[in-house]
């Protein structure tokens, strides 16, 4: 048993590093329209760098420092989201002592995405300690190939990253370790050590997206009706999971109130309000909610995957004690979490197409843990093994095609250039559209620290008077800004700048 073991993770790891290679031309690419979410984190990353965290105040401003922005709060604080999923970014940084890049982000995806997987193998092996070999090791490992090896994840990771992504891994560890001291799987001291460890994840997981808030609902239903007393269980919820995750949603509301003041809470009020109402026309081609989010699977996981879900779903509600108890537990506490936050963030979940991305996780279970244990045929394990292998091989190619071809990385040059020549008192224009940095979402240009206008004349003359101390300057090509710099100077190859 444990030599097919070894030999599972063996290939694991090299299987691992064949979706690496399938990504590569994606690995340290400038951003684009379709990233703006991990040029957000490391916009963020990069202030808290340069800044300081508590200079800061430890959240996301979508305007960088510079004399135009005078106070912290006409940088434009996004107030969404807690940073947990920048802050460990952050904390490696400071360590490493070095910048972050697209790569560097790209590095820490990758790590997360392979270390779901192995989490998954280690935890469904445990919940399948009763079955017979080697129904447990396909059940087990089947999953993780296919959370490594689907279109879905390889489009997500490592090229995206915010809230949405880095809550996976302390979701899936909460999630583990619930299942694991409800059915008493290891020995008495590991499940001490797992209890322990659950108000920290807790506040992690709170501390990086509001999905931590209708899991821990769940969790006491979960609780209520596997141990049907409130009096036993009560004491223990609050002290391992009320309490941590208040105390994350505190600390988030003090920073907004260090950076908002006292009208913090109308403001939270009024962006869960954006998030979860049709506030931007976002269902105007779609009578429902359910429409948009459809459109988002099949775009992102592909047909094939999505009607083989339905069959194991079938197959699960036609023949649940084919399934082990703490698989079909496990399941319900990812998937049920997930429903409700796309239920109460709708308008949020209708736009993004990255919030499926946690749906990814009981989509792999489904289709490697619960499919294999639910049907009956000879031959069962050689067959899915091999049907497991081509499906892989299909939705590799489909990622293939899928992808954006790579970036120019000439925005990079022009990103460093910009932010290496211009400090605070700069104000920069442009007569290009390419070169101009609006507010949000962050593209490109983001790093540059700076925000890049749309060249006009009244502008650049009302900016004179209101801020006599800013230094104008107008950037681009050459054909596009000679007009208005008869000695223009250059800033990077092909891109040149003068003072207005």
């Known amino acids: 048993m444990r030599r097919g073991w070894a030999l599972g993770f063996t290939l694991y790891v090299a299987f691992f590093a064949l979706t690496i290679g399938l990504r590569w031309r994606q690995l340290d690419q400038p951003y684009t329209d379709f990233t703006w979410n991990t040029a957000h984190s490391q916009l963020m990353v990069d202030n808290w760098l340069e800044n300081g965290f508590w200079n800061e105040r430890g959240i996301s401003f979508l305007n960088?420092?510079?004399i135009e922005f005078p106070s912290l709060l006409s940088r434009h604080p996004s107030i969404s989201y807690p940073c947990g999923a920048q802050l460990p970014i952050y904390v490696l940084a400071k360590v490493l002592d070095r910048p972050v890049t697209p790569g560097f982000f790209h590095i820490w995806g990758l790590v997360w995405h392979g270390a779901i997987g192995w989490l998954l193998i280690c935890g469904l092996l445990l919940f399948g300690a009763n079955e017979k070999e080697p129904e447990r090791t396909l059940g087990a490992f089947l999953p993780g190939f296919l959370w490594l090896g689907t279109r879905g994840p390889l489009i997500f990771f490592p090229t995206l990253w915010f809230a949405d992504h880095a809550v996976l891994l302390p979701f899936v560890l909460v999630g583990l370790a619930e299942v694991i001291v409800a059915h008493d799987l290891p020995q008495e001291c590991h499940r001490r050590w797992i209890t322990w460890s659950l108000p920290v994840l807790i506040f992690w997981g709170t501390y990086t997206d509001w999905l931590f808030v209708p899991l821990c609902a769940v969790i006491l239903v979960y609780r209520l009706l596997h141990h049907r007393d409130v009096k036993a269980i009560f004491p223990a919820f609050v002290r391992q999971i009320a309490l941590p995750a208040?105390?994350?949603?505190?600390?988030?509301?003090?920073?907004?109130?260090?950076?908002?003041?006292?009208?913090f809470g109308s403001a939270l009020l009024e962006r869960f309000l954006v998030r979860s109402m049709d506030t931007t026309g976002a269902f105007e081609r779609q009578a429902s909610l359910l429409g948009y989010i459809y459109g988002h699977f099949v775009e992102a996981m592909g047909g094939l995957t999505i009607v083989l879900t339905v069959l194991a779903l079938l197959l699960l509600c036609a023949r649940p004690r084919t399934i082990p108890s703490p698989l079909k537990d496990f399941l319900w506490l990812l998937s049920v979490p997930s429903v409700l936050l796309l239920l109460i963030l709708r308008q949020h979940s209708a736009v993004h197409q990255f919030t499926i991305v946690k749906?990814?996780?009981?989509?792999?279970i489904l289709l490697g843990g619960i499919l294999p244990l639910a049907l009956v045929f000879p031959h069962k394990q050689s067959v899915l093994t091999i049907l497991c292998i081509f499906f892989l091989l299909y939705e590799g190619r489909q990622y293939w095609l899928s992808v954006d071809p790579p970036v120019d990385r000439q925005a990079r040059e022009w990103e460093e250039a910009v932010r290496r020549s211009f400090g605070y008192d700069d104000v920069l224009f442009t007569p290009e559209p390419s070169f101009e940095i609006p507010e949000q979402p962050p593209g490109q240009l983001a790093r540059s620290r700076k925000r890049i206008y749309e060249f006009d004349a009244a502008?650049?003359?009302h900016l004179r008077l209101t801020i006599p101390a800013a230094r104008l300057f107008l950037l681009g090509t050459a054909g596009a800004i000679d007009a208005h710099c008869p000695a223009k100077h250059t800033l990077s190859?092909?891109?040149y700048y003068c003072r207005l």
């Open 64 to 66: 960088p420092p510079s």
């Open 246 to 263: 208040a105390l994350a949603v505190t600390l988030f509301f003090l920073q907004m109130f260090w950076v908002v003041g006292p009208h």
């Open 359 to 364: 749906f990814m996780l009981p989509t792999a």
């Open 459 to 461: 502008q650049v003359a």
């Open 493 to 495: 190859p092909s891109l």
